[in-house]
């Protein structure tokens, strides 16, 4: 097992203990989620604080973790934030198709689009990571553009 899959495999040890009762499908999307954020925040090698809030926002808000829930998997990623995105981005891409539908699919790339802009610049690393992303989610690739373009025009204002 390399770096990327212990990490991985602490996360989802984390994530297991926060969703007691969950499916083993809904752990998996939920590490595949939190792997692609994580991806993402550091592609350029940087975890902003901002980044960091946004990562926590979202965990909060999509997932429906309590604020201790929260807390326990930002530690665990932010612990592991250089090795839990290392890995082939299709491990998080593939349960993600498995299991989500193509407006999911798009929302989960509108969200790391705007992780991406939390720190008030889209690094070339992290437009990549999103791209890359997009493609293996089947993501519409015009749907990818205007997301890119109008999160670069609200960065200018």
């Known amino acids: 097992m390399d770096a990327s899959q212990q990490a991985e495999a602490q996360l989802e040890q984390v994530v297991r203990e926060r969703m007691e009762g969950a499916s083993h499908d809904s752990v998996a999307v939920v590490v595949a989620m939190a792997g692609l ?6 592609a350029d090698r940087q975890y902003t604080e901002q980044e960091a809030r946004r990562v926590r926002d979202e965990l909060q808000l999509v997932l429906g973790f309590s604020e201790r829930d929260v807390d326990a998997v930002c530690a665990a990623l932010e612990q592991h934030i250089d090795t839990v995105g290392a890995g082939p981005i299709e491990r998080y891409t593939d349960v993600l198709r498995g299991h989500l539908d193509v407006h999911m699919r798009a ?8 992780l991406a802009a939390a720190d008030e610049e889209i690094a070339p690393a992290e437009e990549s990571v999103i791209r890359a992303t997009a493609r293996s989610l089947w993501v519409d690739e015009a749907l990818l553009e205007a997301l890119i373009q109008r999160a670069h025009q609200l960065l200018r204002r």
């Open 37 to 42: 954020l994580a991806r993402v925040a550091f």
């Open 107 to 114: 929302d989960t790339v509108k969200v790391l689009v705007e």
